[in-house]
């Protein structure tokens, strides 16, 4: 049976997880055959392997531990549908999720995107089934008047391909970001669904809300180096300037609630400071513009305060 849809898993140490999976994978492979779910161990050191290996329901890949993105490839590599999903394995997915992609007539669209939940809350409320252009919903996820996730998108695997659209190795932050930008980019339209297909269910030990690290803040480089999209849109080229500045506000964010690894690393932001100090930030609404000022000014003392915390914790 030609598979139609591909739903990739990425699997480290997932093992609380499995149960909620294999159930959800069972529930749909018993009432359609068009499914196929791959599911990547990323080098478990638990008895997540285990437990992945006593059914075979699922096409089941290992790799050593090359980190969520490696995984996320590796699944695109060997999927076999004609559209391709993500998932994660403490996430999940609406059991009406393919009857409804199913009825959305997705074969004229190279990205589906449906509305999700994050802890139940209902993410966007303003917006309507319909066909949209990817640089508008580009636009308004840049301008924060959109919320999307890159797992509450359908992929037509080859739109993927054709871009040579994988995710970035080696970022333990933003690499699904920029792998939804490029998507968005490269795709003419789309279709948007509004029911809430997908839930978020974030919690409290997330690694959002961790140690700002080294490793973390090299997002602010992974992000310049989709510069070169924007080059010839002006408008949008404002947006992803200003986007990327508050990136750079939310990692000062975070290292001021959980404290940064090493002096390098603030070394790193103090850089990056002078380089938005650089950026034309020309076509943003007023407010947003003062914003801009306001941010670059603040931004140096609270490196500084960071820089004196720092040294003071060194000092213990």
Known sequence: ????????????????????????????????????????????????????????????????????????????????????LFLDADDDFSKHLFLTLDECNNDNFNIVIFNYKINNVIVNTDFENGDYSGRYILYLFLKRKINISFCCFCYKRFFLLENNIFFKNGYPLGEDIHFMIRVLHYCDTLYYIKDCLFFYNLNANSSVNSKITGQKIKVLDLYDELNNLFVDDVFLNSRYSYFKLMTFMYLLKKTLLYSIDNKESIDFLFEKRKEFKKLSFSNLEKLKAFNVFVFIKLSFFIILFIKVKFKIYELR
């Open 1 to 84: 049976m030609k598979k139609k849809y591909s739903v990739i898993i990425p699997a480290y140490n997932i093992e609380f997880y499995v149960s909620n999976i294999l159930s959800f994978i069972n529930d749909v492979i018993e009432s359609r055959d068009d499914v196929e779910f791959i599911i990547v161990n990323d080098g478990s050191t638990d008895k997540t392997k285990e437990l992945l290996t006593q059914t075979n329901s699922f096409i089941y890949l290992e790799q050593s531990n090359n980190g969520v993105s490696s995984a996320r490839n590796l699944g695109i590599e060997h999927a076999k549908g004609e559209y391709i």
